[in-house]
C-alpha cells in the first residue's frame, strides 16, 4: 500500500460528459502529480501541485482542470470528454525533498464510449 | 531539458536470463535517478533508486548504478523469474524544479 488513494477504480462515461478524479497523497506529503497513461503508452505528465498551488504543467489539454485543496487532495476534471480520452489516470505524491521520491496510486482507468 | 531515454520494449527473455534494461539520462545539475516497476493492473512502485554518482541502488535482485561520465542507469538482474514480467519506468528528479522526468517504459516479458 503506497499510501496513496485513488477514487473511483473505475469509471465509464458517454462522449461530451465530465468526470472528477479524487486524489488523497501519502500523509504529510505535500506535492501531487497527475499522469495519463493510455493502452501501450508511456506516463504524461499532465500538472502538478504543491501545497495548493500548481507548480508545473505538462501536456494538459484545455478541457482538463484540476486543483488541490487544504487538506491537500487533489481533483482532476476532464471535460467534453471525447473517446480518445479513455486511459488510465495516475496520482502520485511526494515530498518536498531533494530524493522527490514518488508513491504512486492504483489509478482511475476512465473508458468514454 | 532535462530528458531520460530508455531501451524499447518489449523485452522477451527466458526464465533464469541475464537482464539489461539500458537507460541514459541529460540533466544540468546532480539528479537522483529512479527505476519504477509497474505490474499488470497496478501502479508504480518504486523499485531503487540513486542519489548521486556512483551509487549502486539494488532491490529484489535488481541492481543499477549511477553512472555520471556515460550519463547512464541501467537497470541489471542476474536472473529473471516469470513474475518479473512488468513494465520498467526509468526517472530523473530534477532538484532545481523538483519535478520528476520521465523514460517511455520498457515491457519485460519472462517466458518460462
Known amino acids: 500500500d503506497s499510501g496513496v488513494t485513488q477514487t473511483p477504480k473505475h469509471l465509464i462515461t458517454a462522449t461530451g460528459q465530465r468526470v472528477t478524479l479524487r486524489c488523497s497523497p501519502r500523509s504529510g506529503d505535500l506535492s501531487v502529480y497527475w499522469y495519463q497513461q493510455s493502452l501501450d503508452q508511456g506516463l504524461q505528465f499532465l500538472i502538478q501541485?504543491?501545497?495548493?498551488?500548481?507548480?508545473a504543467k505538462g501536456n494538459i489539454l484545455e478541457r482538463f482542470s484540476a486543483q488541490q485543496f487544504p487538506d491537500l487532495h487533489s481533483e482532476l476534471n476532464l471535460s467534453s470528454l471525447e473517446l480518445g480520452d479513455s486511459a488510465l489516470y495516475f496520482c502520485?505524491?511526494?515530498?518536498?525533498?531533494?530524493?522527490?521520491?514518488?508513491?504512486f496510486g492504483q489509478g482511475t482507468r476512465l473508458t468514454v464510449v | 531539458g532535462n530528458s531520460v531515454t530508455q531501451m524499447e520494449g518489449p523485452v522477451t527473455l527466458s526464465e533464469e536470463a541475464f537482464l539489461t534494461i539500458n537507460c541514459t539520462y541529460t540533466?544540468?545539475?546532480?539528479?537522483?535517478l529512479f527505476w519504477y516497476v509497474q505490474y499488470p493492473g497496478e501502479g508504480l512502485q518504486l523499485l531503487l533508486k540513486a542519489t548521486k554518482a556512483d551509487d549502486k541502488g539494488s532491490n529484489k535482485g535488481f541492481e543499477a548504478t549511477y553512472r555520471k561520465e556515460t550519463t547512464s542507469f541501467h537497470l541489471e538482474k542476474g536472473s529473471v523469474q516469470v513474475s518479473d514480467s512488468a513494465v520498467y519506468f526509468c526517472a530523473l528528479s530534477d532538484k532545481s524544479n523538483y519535478q520528476l522526468i520521465w523514460g517511455a517504459g520498457t515491457k519485460l516479458i519472462i517466458k518460462p
Open positions: 540533466a544540468t545539475g546532480y539528479p537522483s
Open positions: 502520485a505524491s511526494t515530498e518536498q525533498g531533494l530524493n522527490t521520491e514518488a508513491f
Open positions: 501541485y504543491y501545497n495548493g498551488e500548481e507548480r
